[in-house]
């Protein structure tokens, strides 16, 4: 059989091999006792089902609302997902659907053509890229993940929200020497003074030994779980509030949404990260631990000390959220658009080196504003003025010159890689161990 298949030409056995390729993903969409055989029955239930979710699309398509869909409603809900195509590729869509030749395509053309085709295109897309869920660079400001009508339902979400926040923990945990770093150069470095990474590292050894590399990591972990499910509950609701009632939002719905979700859960626990720089900058023996930290902090400098570095934070999801969305859409849409014949799938490479580009560029827009904030939430432990945000930015710049806001960034850098790449491989693992099902 392999012999005389090899003899079939081209056109032919490729168009063999996606047809096999299809039915495999038939069966596998629709064998809900996982025998590896689809019955006359299972079959049936496939049907139906396939059947309500091209239903839910058809409308998400049919801007005009007439039963039609034509080249324009087609280039419309692509651009939303950030997706761009011309009229003539449009057309070329159209045509592989439409009957009778009207360059339209109404309910039952649409139906016919997909209800043997398991996946369709935007919950594909939003099931197959998340990546805000999955990849953990240790910062929070990313815009949250869309998830589908059909995980929403199923719960299939908090699943994924507490595999993200354990592989959050394992990257946070193996990374936090570099955070810890990171911060004391922010804080520390200088003209006069300039630490370098070795230098950095020795010194913290010096001084605490081996396990004060990893202070500050317990509160920033800690974390992770309130400030996920803040921003999670927060982006469903603004989604509701502005009025969307399709499966995924528009870019720009999605930066404004994700934006102020984004500031609703950095408000609420902003004294964790506030707790989150001390503890980092502490001395051997000046805490015992985060309560004890707390309560100095409300004894000598008031509760406001806890807000300290706030408006800096606030304006930092502007730029970062909105860089990193542009950036990840970009790139996926080049990908989807070049690469993606049979499936939205990108792979584990393509998905970490997306993520990977989008988040470091984010980060690096929004540093200035991370570091001015991580002086402020440390001012009131030093000695010397109490500055506000934009006397620190002068203060900054006279006295170090434009390089001074970035005072820490190759630790930060350096950290990226490795946190995407075990948030990756817990997040998998997690996600096995939680019944997260993989279509």
Known sequence: PTCSLLLIPNRTQSRRIRSFVLFQKIVKAGDKDLDGQLDFEEFVHYLRDHEKKLRLVF????????????????????????????????????????????????????????????????????????????????????????FTAEELQSGMWWRHLVA?????????????????????????????????????????????????????????????????????MAYEQIKRLIGSDQETLGITERFVSGSLAGAIAQSSIYPMEVLKTRLALRRTGQYSGIVDCAKHIIQKESVAAFYKGYVPNMLGIIPYAGIDLAVYETL????????????????????????????????????????????????????????????????????????????GLAPNFMKVIPSVSISYVVYESLKIRLGVQSK
């Open 59 to 146: 409308k998400s398509l049919d801007k005009k609302n007439d039963g039609q869909i034509d080249s324009q409603e087609i280039m419309q809900s692509l651009r939303d997902l950030g997706i761009n195509i011309s009229e003539e590729q449009a057309e070329e869509i159209l045509k592989s659907m439409d009957k009778n030749g009207t360059m339209s395509i109404d309910w039952d053309e649409w139906r016919d053509y997909h209800l043997l085709h398991p996946a369709s295109n935007i919950p594909e897309i939003i099931l197959y890229w998340k990546h805000s869920t999955i990849l953990d660079v240790g910062e929070s400001l990313i815009v949250p993940d869309e």
């Open 332 to 407: 996926k849409n080049s990908w989807l658009q070049r690469f993606a014949t049979d499936s939205a799938d990108p792979g584990v490479f393509v998905l970490l080196a997306c993520g990977t580009t989008s988040s470091t560029c984010g980060q690096l827009a929004s540093y200035p504003l991370a570091l001015v904030r991580t002086r402020m939430q440390a001012q009131a432990s030093q000695e010397g003025p109490q500055m506000s945000m934009t006397s620190l930015f002068r203060h900054i710049i006279r006295t170090e010159g434009p390089t001074g806001l970035y005072r």
């Open 164 to 232: 993200g926040g354990g592989a959050g923990a394992a990257s946070r945990t193996c990374t936090a020497p570099l955070d810890r770093l990171k911060v004391m150069m922010q804080v520390h470095a200088s003209k006069n003074n300039s630490m370098r990474i070795t230098g950095g590292f020795l010194q913290m050894i010096r001084e605490g030994g081996v396990r004060s590399l990893w202070r500050g990591n317990g509160i920033n972990v800690i974390k992770i779980a309130p400030e996920s499910a803040i921003k999670f």
